[in-house]
């Protein structure tokens, strides 16, 4: 046994040999680590920007159909097409006013939205535009959608205007959407991306 300049001596040290079962476990986890890898080669194609353009039908204040494909506008929520407001002491039709508010936007012009992700419900999370106009920013600016993992600057300005829902009082669209049964769906941001960055690499459709 050799000796440190202590006079003391050293102590050698043996690794033990990993178990058959650790070596299993690294050879499943090094499997899964390329099955993974393999998996997201295999659909990179799903996250490229995809571009759609045409005459849209409008749904409600934050979704359109352009021909076959049906647009979410990325980064905003609005009423509800039944969702009722108030305002002044009496209720109104809050959600069909959004809805007017995009198709007075639109005005039967060409549509021109892009995106690569998808909601649970299959629809393109898009930024769409007419001409120059961002129709996700003038929902937002005009008060008749809120912000919802984006837009927050135009939403704190509308708030301060009293522009559109602000000028009255409303349940945002995602507790309303609660309160009535319906599905809710995670906001727009860095979360929502990365759960729809999973759901694009585990569909098999």
């Not at 409600?60 to 494909?69: C, F, K, Q, Y």
């Not at 108030?86 to 006013?97: I, V, W």
């Not at 809120?146 to 009255?168: H, M, P, S, T, V």
Request: charged share 30%; net charge positive; proline share 2%.
């Amino acid at each position: 046994m050799s000796r440190s300049w202590s006079g003391r001596p050293r102590q050698r040290y043996f690794r033990r040999p990993r178990s058959r079962w650790r070596k299993l476990a690294d050879y499943a986890l090094a499997a899964l680590v390329m099955g993974l890898l393999l998996l997201v080669s295999a659909r990179i194609d799903r996250f490229e920007t995809r571009t759609t353009q045409g005459a849209a039908v409008i749904n409600d204040g934050d979704s359109i159909t352009l021909g076959s494909e049906r647009i979410r506008l990325r980064g905003i929520d609005a009423p509800e097409f039944s969702q009722i407001c108030s305002k002044d002491g009496g209720e109104y039709p809050c959600g069909r006013r959004s809805r007017e508010a995009l198709s007075k936007l639109v005005a039967g012009r060409q549509v021109t939205c892009a995106g690569w992700e998808r909601d649970k419900y299959g629809r393109l999370l898009g930024a769409c535009s007419v001409g120059n106009i961002e129709l996700n920013r003038a929902q937002v600016e005009a008060g008749w959608a809120i912000a919802y993992g984006g837009y927050e600057a135009e939403e704190a300005a509308a708030r301060r205007d009293r522009k559109g829902l602000w000028a009255g009082e409303f349940d945002r669209p995602r507790d309303w959407r609660s309160m009535h049964g319906d599905m809710v769906e995670i906001e727009h941001g860095s979360y929502g991306r990365i759960l729809n960055w999973l759901r694009e690499i585990f569909r098999f459709s």
